[in-house]
């Protein structure tokens, strides 16, 4: 997938931090944290591009994603507040309490274009599947909500299990039962997510496809739209 994206280089001290954003908003596509049950819910262009972020991500450990997602058209379903998401890798450091100095600093990005590559996404979602069937191993995306802002915290391999699962949930969701409609089709839960302390129900995001209207515009892929009628003929 290509991503058209914004660069941004801002310095805090002595340090340069790389953040990209997606160049156009993910106009129907809406975040809210999970407390502990968050609901991602977008289209099939906004799922698919968050699944093309999640894929940039896991081979990009230098560089935080932002994906602003509070502007975007007021979804109809859902409850809680609205959240922006933050992608970065373990290593980086990055502190949710730094964010909002940070995110006051994203000004006149530089035009960047990336092509992920999904085939090397899917093997490393794949390996990770497989170590944690063979291992019993627990690694978790570590998540914070912090300034309207979601934050997962993970490594490569958490990041690309991610965007497979983002990528099937796009390629899904049109053929759900009922979405010409304008319901709401849920496609599965971001995991594994760590669990705050205490017990209680498991933190997860919930992802969900959701068409924009009219709805009568909507088609499924593959379906062709119905040809207009010719115009009646004059006597």
Known sequence: MRLRLREFRPRTGPYTHRIVQPRHPLRHTSLRAPDPIGLLLGDHDGLSRLAGLFSFAACSRHTVVHVPLRDG????????????????????GLRPSRWP??????????????????????????????????????????HATHARTLFFLGDRDL??????????AAGQGPHQKGVGEG?????????????????????????????????????????????????????
């Open 73 to 92: 058209v007021p979804p109809d379903e859902g409850a809680g507040e609205l959240v922006d998401l933050v992608l970065a890798h373990h290593s980086l």
């Open 101 to 142: 100095e940070l995110r006051r600093r994203l000004r006149q990005g530089a035009p960047l274009t990336v092509r992920t590559d999904e085939a090397r996404t899917a093997r490393d979602a794949a390996a990770w599947r497989a170590r944690r069937e063979r291992t019993g191993s627990r690694d978790e995306l570590r």
């Open 159 to 168: 990041f690309a299990d991610m965007s497979v699962w983002l990528a099937r």
């Open 183 to 235: 319901h709401m089709a849920y496609l599965g839960s971001m995991f594994p997510l760590a669990d705050p302390p205490g017990g209680g129900h498991p933190a997860e995001v919930m992802i969900c496809f959701k068409a924009y209207p009219p709805y009568t515009h909507f088609r499924p892929p593959g379906v062709p739209a119905s040809r207009p009628r010719r115009p009646a003929a004059a006597s």
